[in-house]
T-cell receptor
């Protein structure tokens, strides 16, 4: 299956600053690259995704960038707000039937 | 549209007891998954299914069994619960892109 590494495991930023989380994967056949947000007491929910024919996608304050050559993609959050505090997971999809998640990043936005 | 529904939401079991967690989805998805999430840890895949009547082992399958008799339902069974199975269990469904998660089942084994 897919070997997925996510860094950092914890990230604290001041409100208004930017946050970047990186996900590295092993399957060169991966073609779908999503990021999920998990709020306390809830299941993860998709916040943004990108497919292999696109290098970058933006949705208001969040963006995802993809580097297929280096096999990594990143989540960028600008102008962070307290409601951005959550755990974020990547879950690249390729040829494997299993759905493997990164180990998660606990983002804390400090007021 | 209900999406993915898990029952029960909370359960306390005694060591050695058995129970079944139910996951139901109304999106006609072929793929369904069961994960466990322990404090400070990520989502570990227990078992998954790629269609009605199929099941496969994930990363941490020991102590669990599953069944997918109907396309919309994916059942997770604990035959003889152990304290190490205390966790939050999440079910998810999807095709080849977005996965949709249930709200989770918090299970405590005492």
């Amino acid at each position: 299956g897919e070997n997925v590494e996510q860094h950092p495991s914890t990230l604290s930023v001041q409100e208004g600053d930017s946050a970047v989380i990186k996900c590295t994967y092993s399957d060169s056949a991966s073609n779908y690259f999503p990021w999920y947000k998990q709020e306390l007491g809830k299941g993860p929910q998709l916040i943004i995704d990108i497919r292999s024919n696109v290098g970058e996608k933006k949705d208001q304050r969040i963006a995802v960038t993809l580097n297929k050559t280096a096999k990594h993609f990143s989540l960028h959050i600008t102008e962070t707000q307290p409601e951005d505090s959550a755990v974020y997971f990547c879950a690249p999809r390729g040829s494997a039937r299993q759905l493997t998640f990164g180990s998660g990043t606990q983002l804390t936005v400090l007021p | 549209n209900a999406g993915v529904t898990q029952t029960p939401k909370f359960r306390v079991l005694k060591t050695g007891q058995s129970m079944t967690l139910l996951c139901a989805q109304d999106m006609n998805h072929e793929y369904m998954y069961w994960y466990r999430q322990d404090p400070g840890m990520g989502l570990r895949l227990i078992h998954y299914s790629v269609g009605e009547g199929t099941t496969a082992k994930g990363e941490v399958p020991d102590g669990y069994n599953v069944s997918r008799l109907k396309k919309q339902n994916f059942l997770l069974g604990l035959e003889s619960a152990a304290p190490s199975q205390t966790s939050v269990y999440f079910c998810a469904s999807g095709q080849f892109s977005e996965a949709f998660f249930g709200q989770g089942t918090r299970l405590t084994v005492v």
